[in-house]
């Protein structure tokens, strides 16, 4: 089976920067993909890695270690808007579920303050 | 691209009668669709993977005759709560992509159905 530990809940203010580690544990990996999800809204792709490093998209970032199987993303210059839950997950590793099949994490709620 | 509509976003429902959920996508074809549930601040969870012409495969522990899930278009899947119960309230989303999932090619999410069952 396949299971992803992140920070359930983290506080910080507008213009800090957070990070929300994840942790996982699979039988074969395909990559590390974040999402983020507001209140009752549907999950929004982030970021995707799938090899070792640092991939940045504006505020965004994710990184990879596939060595320590652990990723972060990094949320710099908060925004009230960035207010929502942040999801990491990874792909199964069976060719038969088509290559598309997620298992989440448990989520982190970022709650940005003034 | 690559845009996911579920319809209702929202049905209340009473106990004991079915509830239709409804997933397209809009601008390509899924062959794949995935339905997820998931519970005030808690994950998603899988319940099952919705293949076109064929059975779904559903999830341990996720009941194929109370969850009922027909594909059978390329860019239709309906997921029928049947019997509904008030334990069965929950956010439902479906999601698709356009093939295996990576950085260019990720999941994109419906926009949910919250259930309420009375």
């Known amino acids: 089976g396949q299971s992803l530990e992140q920070p359930s809940e983290v506080t910080a203010v507008e213009g800090a920067i957070v990070q929300i580690n994840c942790t996982y544990q699979t039988s074969g990996f395909y990559g590390l993909s974040w999402y983020q999800q507001h209140d009752g809204g549907a999950p929004t792709f982030l970021s995707y890695?799938?090899?070792?490093g640092l991939e940045e998209t504006g505020r965004f970032s994710s990184f990879l270690s596939r060595s320590d199987s652990y990723g972060y993303l990094l949320l710099q210059e908060l925004q009230m808007k960035d207010s929502a839950s942040y999801f990491c997950?990874?792909?199964?590793?069976?060719?038969?579920?088509?290559?598309?099949?997620?298992?989440f994490g448990g989520g982190t709620r970022v709650l940005v303050k003034p | 691209g690559a845009v996911v509509s579920q319809h209702p976003s929202w049905v209340i429902c009473k106990s004991g009668t079915s509830v239709k959920i409804e997933c397209r996508s809009l601008d390509f074809q899924a062959t794949t669709m995935f339905w997820y549930r998931q519970f005030p601040k808690q994950s998603l969870m899988l319940m099952a993977t919705s293949n076109e012409g064929s059975k779904a495969t559903y999830e341990q522990g996720v009941e194929k005759d109370k969850f009922l899930i027909n594909h059978a278009s390329l860019t239709l899947s309906t997921l029928t709560v049947t019997s509904a119960h008030p334990e069965d309230s929950s956010f439902y989303i479906c999601s698709a992509s356009l093939g295996p999932v990576s950085g260019n090619s990720p999941l994109h999410f419906g926009n949910g159905t919250r259930l309420t069952v009375t």
């Open positions: 997950a990874v792909r199964d590793p069976e060719i038969k579920a088509a290559g598309n099949k997620l298992t």
């Open positions: 890695n799938a090899l070792d």
